[in-house]
């Protein structure tokens, strides 16, 4: 059962556009959503994250909106970089003790 | 500043042969550890985590274990490896107040052959 999924699978934008990545979950006990950047050969680092109580959080160019009721939340990445390149993994916990679940993965590819 | 190291950075092994992968987790004290495996091109799946020293649960079953000897250390093992084991392995540690933030470790590459 998967229980947090992403779209797309792959996704492709020119250097300056807005990348949106898209997540949804099924458990509504879920209360914290971390998005983490994967490089190739590399472990996953925190880029942001957000909990139940909020329906947005914004750090620089990365913005995650939230809706509970819909139980979907996406990533915006506004101005995108060739740099940010990589994989990109929504997670969800909340249940049994710090269990993160996480989604397949977007690969972002960003072109100049 | 806390970092976490993980050893070796890459192993090939035989189907058959034992494995010890490890993780070591310095400036921080009596933090949650966690080993997740990811295959190529995958996501993650979390295999075992631990609350403190000599204890371990376990989340999956993929024939592997977890021992935490040290506060700051967190070994993955079996006795037989299994063609299945090749993947990326990843060792994760949070803080014991704020639990839900995970921090990930750059990983171990595993092929077995």
């Known amino acids: 059962q998967q229980q947090v999924r992403q779209s797309p699978q792959s996704l492709t934008v020119w250097e300056g556009e807005t990348a949106i990545l898209n997540c949804s979950y099924e458990?509504?006990?879920?209360?914290?959503f971390p998005w983490y950047q994967q490089f190739p050969g590399e472990g996953p680092a925190l880029l942001i994250s957000?909990?139940?109580?909020?329906d947005k959080k914004e750090d620089g160019r990365f913005t995650i909106f939230f809706n509970k009721r819909e139980k979907k939340l996406s990533l915006h990445i506004t101005d995108s970089q060739p740099g940010d390149s990589a994989t990109y993994f929504c997670?969800?916990?909340?249940?049994?003790?710090?269990?993160?679940?996480f989604g397949a993965g977007t690969r972002l590819a960003v072109c100049p | 500043a806390q970092t976490i190291h993980q050893w070796p950075v890459a192993e090939i092994k035989a189907v058959g042969s034992p494995l010890s992968l490890g993780c070591t987790i310095k400036?921080?004290?009596?933090?949650?550890l966690y080993w997740y495996w990811q295959a190529t091109g995958g996501t993650l799946q979390q295999l075992f985590y631990?609350?403190?020293?000599?204890?371990v649960e376990s989340v999956v079953q993929l024939n592997l274990s977890a021992s935490r000897p040290k506060d700051d250390q967190f070994i993955l093992s079996t006795e037989k490896l299994l063609l299945s084991h090749s993947g990326f392995y990843l060792c994760a540690w949070s803080l014991e107040v704020n639990q839900d933030t995970q921090y990930f470790g750059p990983g171990t590459r595993l092929l077995v052959l």
């Open positions: 997670a969800a916990s909340g249940g049994s003790f710090n269990k993160l679940t």
């Open positions: 400036g921080k004290s009596s933090p949650n």
């Open positions: 631990s609350i403190t020293v000599g204890q």
């Open positions: 957000i909990r139940s109580v909020s």
């Open positions: 458990d509504s006990t879920f209360n914290y």
